[in-house]
T-cell receptor, first 110, second 116 residues
Framework: AQRVTQPEKLLSVFKGAPVELKCNYS??????LFWYVQYSRQRLQLLLR??SRESIKGFTADLNKGETSFHLKKPFAQEEDSAMYYC????????????FGTGTRLQVTL | NAGVTQTPKFQVLKTGQSMTLQCAQD?????MSWYRQDPGMGLRLIHY???????DQGEVPNGYNVSRSTTEDFPLRLLSAAPSQTSVYFC???????????????FGAGSRLTVL
């Protein structure tokens, strides 16, 4: 069975400080990993996915198969980054049955 | 282009009552799914459909029923509501078929259900 673990329920950082939201996964095959974000009063939306190797809104995430991790990082936090972040996993090449982590609320304060 | 539309946005039920949460999409997406979001538990898949006439169970299907008679609509039915079904429900869609590799979901705004 696949599992996604986000160990922190809440992460509070100061504006301008680096951010790292942790995500570890458990899956025997080769997964696809995603980060979804939910801003206040907005819909859940895709932030980034590992296969794209892209940086969105200054965020990056590297898939580390050895450590089975997909941590989300940003060098300098902004107030508008405050949101709920979900890490998600899907087996490669199968139907879209995403398994989500429990989420981490990022709070950026002045 | 409305995307994914969920109705109602809010609903209060009494234990034992039945209701249907509606989900409609105008993007011609083949794949549709229902998730529930609970504090401390993230999003859990209830049911999903890979096309009209095809549905399957997710992680937490008990107490819920679905059907997919058209590409556009994927209603979620609570047959006999229980307090444990108090949650926020999200409908999500995805373009392409089940083997489409991107797995990028488009979510509705959510329906908040309270069962007393």
């Amino acid at each position: 069975a696949q599992r996604v673990t986000q160990p922190e329920k809440l992460l509070s950082v100061f504006k301008g400080a680096p951010v790292e939201l942790k995500c570890n996964y458990s899956y025997s095959g080769s997964p696809e990993l995603f980060w979804y974000v939910q801003y206040s009063r907005q819909r859940l939306q895709l932030l980034l996915r590992h296969i794209s190797r892209e940086s969105i809104k200054g965020f990056t995430a590297d898939l580390n198969k050895g450590e089975t991790s997909f941590h989300l990082k940003k060098p300098f936090a902004q107030e508008e980054d405050s949101a709920m972040y979900y890490c998600a996993l899907s087996p490669t090449g199968t139907a879209s049955k995403l398994t989500f982590g429990t989420g981490t609320r990022l709070q950026v304060t002045l | 282009n409305a995307g994914v539309t969920q109705t109602p946005k809010f609903q209060v039920l009494k234990t034992g009552q039945s209701m249907t949460l509606q989900c409609a999409q105008d993007m011609n997406h083949e794949y549709m799914s229902w998730y529930r979001q609970d504090p401390g538990m993230g999003l859990r898949l209830i049911h999903y459909s890979v096309g009209a006439g095809i549905t399957d169970q997710g992680e937490v299907p008990n107490g819920y029923n679905v059907s997919r008679s058209t590409t556009e609509d994927f209603p979620l039915r609570l047959l006999s509501a229980a307090p444990s079904q108090t949650s926020v429900y999200f409908c999500a869609t995805q373009a392409g078929g089940p083997m489409y590799g991107a797995n990028v979901l488009t979510f509705g705004a959510g329906s908040r259900l309270t069962v007393l």
